[in-house]
Structure formats: C-alpha cells, structure tokens
C-alpha cells in the first residue's frame, strides 16, 4: 500500500475534477447498493444521473448519525467484503454508532492518516508513542497503521491501565519515543503527574505531540507545549468519515477533499454557508465502500477556511473545532459551551478540573473540583475567569486531587439534570470529597 503526498498539493481545476468523478460514481454505487442511500434520493424523486456535479450535491436530503445507529447495515455499500468493524461513542442518548470497513475502505483511512503525520513534521525516522486506545475506538488502530506505512517506530502503549505506567513507558531510556500520539488531556494529566513528583516532563526525548480526539482550546495547547517542551498539532476525524491535521503553520485542518467533500450548513435551515461562516460540517464520502455516507450531518460546528496555505497544500482548510451542537447546554438560562468552559479553566494554573451541573431545589448550580495547588488567590482567579468566558458564577469551587477519569474520553463537564451514563461515578466521587 502507498499514499500519494502530491494529493494535498493538487491544483483545484484538478481537485474539482477528480471529485465529480468520484461523486458520480458514489452516487451510483450508494443507490445501487444501499438501502439508506437509495431511499434518501427516492425520497426527493432524485435517480443517480441527476447528481453530475458538486453544485448538485445539495439536491440531496442530509443523513445523520441517527440514520446509521437505527440501521447499521443500512449504509453499507458491499456487506460481503467487510473485513472489521469500529464503533464511536454514543451521542446524546443516540447510542454507539457501528461503522464497517472493507479493506479498500481501510487504506483509505490508513493513507489519509499517513499525510495528517508528515503535515506535522512526522517522519520514518520518528519513534511513535501511541496511547490512542486500539479497541473498538478506530484512532488506534488506523494511526499504528499510518505509523507503519510511514516507516516509524511504533510503541503500542494504550493498554496501560495507569499514567504512571505511560510516564514509565515515556522515560524508558530503551523506548526514546520522539511522537505522543493521543487524547490532550491525558498527555496534560501525565505531564502534571510527573511534575508532582518533583520530575520535569520536559526532560523526555518527546518532540512532537499529535493530539485528537476532543476539541483543544489555546490555553490548553499552550500548557502541553509548556510542560512537555514538544511541538503540538491537532487532528481531526470521525470513524464514519476519514481524518484531516494542522501542518506547521496552524491555521486550520487541512482536509483530504479528494477523499471526501466538505460543506458548511446553517444547522437549522440546511442552507449552504459561504467561506468563514459557522455552522455544521456536512461530509461525502467518495470512494467507501463499507459504511458510506452522503451528506452527512456531523454535529461539529466548523467554517471553512478556503484553499491555499503557507505551507504550500491546496486543499481546503477547516477551522479547529470549538463544539458539537448537541453539548451545548442552557444553565441558568444562559447558553453554555464545554469548550468555552475549557478554555476559561485552563487560563488558571491548574492541572486538571471536573464541572458537574446539578439541579438543586428546581435552580440550577455549578459545582467546580479543581486539582491544583490550593489558594484563594487561584479560587478567585477561576471564579472570575468563568464570570468573564460564561457570564456565569460557579456555587462551589474545591481543590480536590484524584479526579476520576469520566468515559472513554475522559469528560470534564458532566450535567446531572438529565440522565447520564457516568453519573454514578460522578455521584460517589461527590459523597467522598464532601
């Protein structure tokens, strides 16, 4: 198997063209073989001659990750040829979603994974520590492939069940990785846990960190990149979709548009949105196989940023993103973002925190654990960075240490007024910091 690296420098007259091409021939396939696919364009009185080119593709209804979890096989173009399966977590209560792969679908992934990690400056030449879960979770896998394919040293690490065993793993003088690959908060997490040791976790032979997998405010990159002393680019991916990275310049993912086409729609009326105007990525998938998807409705809100970098790539650049729709949440009758809530902890001197919104009394209250060193100084500091980001104050705010890791990803920000999968947990942790 081979990627080609020209791809991310193609002229756009050439992209255009290689994307009708695929589109045509997606569109057929999908009708011809899906259940999902052949139903939506019905729906409207579309047949696949209708689709010829990308101003045709908002003809077509949207789909959904609800589509995919009420029928899994629904969207599968060639079930006979599967040869894996991964799922994403649940979202709001929509449950797991199941994506299958043939193996032409896995190259696919594998090599658009390859050119997220020469975009940040990786190479063969690079030892690879992958912490990434490899299970059900696809980053894993598909990122120790990309790794492979690029030639790298490859450290399996995901299995660890504790951060000191990561550290170890980082500091082994035989391992000498030089690429973290991974969630940010845990890569934060292990960085302050070593440093409470009285260790530097500057002192690892860690250059580079590819982190993914949430979203990453600046204040966040700015303490990795302070603690570790490496070099930190962000990806982006769905296990539906494909993958796209930063380059050196950080102005945005560069997307593998050849692979699969981007749009930008208001959530609420489905209109098209223009260059630099937020809204809801929209993807189509143009040479799956397995799971496939035609204007699929991610829940990420994003803009594009256009073609054309510094770095000399031509594909379209889409902006870091900030939030999925669906966790945005009204507390106190005010509209709340978790990213903005990240954003406005991590300006403090902390190493990590826990918000849990409850309802007390039919009012709502904001109960804030911090692990950081404990002064009123850094109390107040929260409280008015939480005032000046959310236009919120907090009920409680305590300094606590041994926060609990909450789901796979491990979530900060837990609302307890609905019902959640990790409130038991949340709720002990609770009974036994009171």
Known sequence: MSFDKDLDFIKEKDLIKLQENRLRKVIHYAYDNTRLYKNKLKSVGLKPDD?????????????????????PEGAVG???????????????????TIVFFTKSDWKTYVAQ??????????????????????????AGQVLHDAAKELGGFIIPASTLKTGMAHLNNIFNPIFRPTVFIGLPQYFLRWGNTWKKIGKNPSDSTLKKAYVLGEPVPPSVRKKIEDLWGVDCKIGYGLSEIGAGSECEEK???????????????????????GPNEKGELVFTTLNKTGTIAIRYKSGDESSILGRGCACGRNLVRISLIEQRLDDLTKIKATLVNPYQFES??????????LCVIDKVEDSDVIRIYVDADESNNLKNKIVQSIKTHLKLSPTSVKFVENIPQIGRKGKRFIDLRKKHPMAEIVREFEAKVK
């Not at 689709?51 to 029928?71: E, H, R, W, Y």
């Open 51 to 71: 689709i010829k080119t990308l101003d045709d593709l908002k003809k077509i209804p949207f789909s959904s990750k609800i589509d995919i979890v009420s029928d």
């Open 78 to 96: 060639d079930l006979n040829n599967v040869f894996k399966i991964h799922t994403t977590s649940g979202t709001s209560g929509q449950g797991e």
């Open 113 to 138: 994974n390859v050119r997220c990690l020469v975009r940040c400056g990786c190479t063969a030449k690079d030892r690879y520590y992958n912490s990434t879960p490899y299970g059900m979770f696809f």
């Open 251 to 273: 102005n945005g993912i560069h997307w593998p548009e050849d692979d699969v086409i981007v749009e930008v729609v208001d959530p609420k009326t489905g209109e098209v949105l």
């Open 344 to 353: 406005a902890m991590f300006n403090n001197d902390i190493r990590t925190y």
